[in-house]
């Protein structure tokens, strides 16, 4: 009597375009060791066939470094967001539940604009403002106990987890979320990325800014990096307070 042949059950939220409406569609693949979502992914789409035996589309979604590093690979599994390149097969329940985050428009099946979330990037100028056209030198040293801090923030990579975590961003808020709050913590920190500190805090000041946060905590909580999220937005409340009090009495020396 040969063994009975061990396989994996999956329900993935389907959509074909942009306006059309989501639907379930079933699967069932066969089991292999150490498999991770996206393995398994990748084995639907070389054989697109449904649970009925039915032939359909291969499924859509993002993915790149396949290391948790480029944040690409984001999307709900079993009703959770995160990254589908570690979430293991093993350690999951079954059926597994594939879903697009809800927080950002579905472009095709799982596979979403994440153009909110850069777009509130810009808007904060998560960046270093630098002339490179010519060699500036080694630029200004950050303090040690500053810069292991900051480094916990640059961990961060754009996946829109804590996005989709958050329950003040949707699609009836202009939010900006916990991330683009973050790196806004993490370029005034930085020596020359602080010329524009002002400039980003009043941008968090403003609408679809700081006062927008309900505090449920569920972006730290979320965070696949585990990057202190809800200590960066106390300490900008702190420093928006300030910047406040500046602004209003015209203050140009910096409070410490």
């Known amino acids: 009597m040969s063994e009975?042949?061990?396989t994996i059950?999956?329900?993935?939220?389907?959509?074909?375009?942009?306006?059309?409406?989501?639907?379930?569609?079933?699967?069932?693949i066969e089991y292999r060791p150490n498999m991770n979502v996206i393995s398994a992914l990748m084995e639907i789409r070389r054989n697109p066939v449904n649970k009925k035996g039915e032939k359909t589309t291969p499924i859509a979604w993002d993915m790149n470094c396949?290391?948790?590093?480029?944040?690409?690979?984001?999307?709900?599994?079993?009703?959770?967001?995160?990254?589908?390149?570690?979430?293991?097969v093993d350690k999951l329940e079954q059926p597994i539940r594939l879903a697009p985050m809800s927080t950002f428009p579905v472009i095709r099946d799982l596979q979403v604009d994440r153009s909110r979330m850069f777009d509130s990037l810009k808007r904060v100028k998560a960046w270093v403002p630098i002339d490179g056209t010519y060699d500036l030198g080694p630029g200004p040293r950050m303090p040690e106990?500053?810069?292991q801090w900051a480094?916990?923030?640059?961990?961060c990579m754009t996946c829109g987890v804590?996005?989709?975590?958050?329950?003040?961003?949707?699609?009836?808020?202009n939010f900006i979320g916990p991330q683009p709050l973050s790196q806004v913590r993490l370029f005034n920190a930085h020596p020359t990325g602080a010329m524009n500190r002002d400039e980003r805090l009043e941008t968090i000041m403003g609408d679809g800014g700081l006062a927008n946060c309900g505090n449920s905590q569920n972006c730290v909580q979320s965070c696949p990096k585990g990057i202190p999220l809800t200590t960066s937005i106390a300490a900008l409340n702190r420093e928006t307070t300030i910047q406040s009090f500046r602004s209003f009495f015209g203050s140009d020396h910096a409070v410490d």
């Open 4 to 6: 009975q042949r061990k």
């Open 145 to 147: 106990r500053k810069r």
């Open 66 to 88: 396949l290391e948790e590093v480029c944040g690409a690979c984001s999307m709900n599994i079993n009703g959770r967001p995160r990254q589908s390149c570690t979430a293991l």
């Open 9 to 28: 059950s999956f329900i993935i939220t389907r959509q074909d375009t942009v306006d059309s409406a989501p639907y379930d569609e079933e699967f069932e």
């Open 162 to 173: 804590c996005l989709e975590a958050c329950p003040n961003v949707n699609s009836k808020s």
């Open 151 to 155: 480094y916990e923030l640059s961990k």
